[in-house]
């Protein structure tokens, strides 16, 4: 089996999920199992050493994570696309979850973090921002535009506070990458499906 086969297996088995928010046994199952045949294939085994193809702007497909889902249990909210931005040479990643509401209550929360290389894969995580707020007082127009405005010093008009924690063991570890998917692997066992925008 072609690695086009398998990553159509894969984004065949995870297009009726909702991103991980409506599954079934059996679809988890079916998901972990085609991640598991196109990690066998993975064209870039030290990712961490091809920093041209990590770096960009990632739309996350499917995740086990209940802290990026659990956004979607609010009242009145909607999860709308997650992103995760990868600016390789700064050490950053940004996480941006966007929100749909009421009119005029669409909003956003984004998590800022800096990472270090610790092997080919693998990458310590350490969080450093949260951002949430209405996406028309923060001025969102679109993910790239507000990683620019993220990256400037100016406070925003939003919850936006340091994240200050000396125990943070947070890593990810890139277990596929090519030129438009990557996946991941967190340390609290989440799994991360992501295409390149």
């Known amino acids: 089996m072609t690695n086009n086969t398998r990553k159509a297996n894969l984004l065949s088995a995870i297009a009726p999920v909702n991103r991980g928010l409506e599954m079934t046994e ?20 030290k990712p961490n050493r091809s920093p041209e193809l990590l770096d ?15 956004i979607d249990r609010f009242p009145l909210y909607k999860l709308g696309n997650i992103y995760q931005c990868l600016r390789v040479a700064e050490g950053k990643i940004f996480n941006v979850a966007e929100v749909k509401g009421l009119p005029l209550l669409g909003g956003l929360v984004s998590v800022c973090a800096n990472f270090m290389i ?3 894969q693998r990458v310590k995580v350490n969080f450093e921002r949260l951002v ?25 008009l939003a919850v936006d ?8 063991k947070g890593w990810l570890e890139t277990t596929y990458l090519d030129q438009d998917m990557r ?15």
Request: charged share 25%.
């Open 26 to 45: 059996n679809q988890r199952k079916a998901i972990f199992s085609a991640v598991a045949y196109l990690e066998e294939l993975n064209p870039t085994p």
């Open 56 to 70: 960009g702007d990632w739309l996350l497909l499917f995740t086990t994570s209940q802290e990026l889902l659990g």
């Open 118 to 120: 610790v092997s080919d």
């Open 132 to 156: 949430a707020g209405s996406q028309s007082l923060i001025g969102y127009r679109d993910v790239n535009s507000f990683i620019d405005t993220l990256r400037s010093p100016r406070k925003l």
């Open 161 to 168: 506070f340091k994240i200050k924690r000396e125990d943070q």
């Open 183 to 197: 996946i991941g692997r967190g340390n609290e066992g989440n799994l991360f499906v992501l295409r390149r925008i």
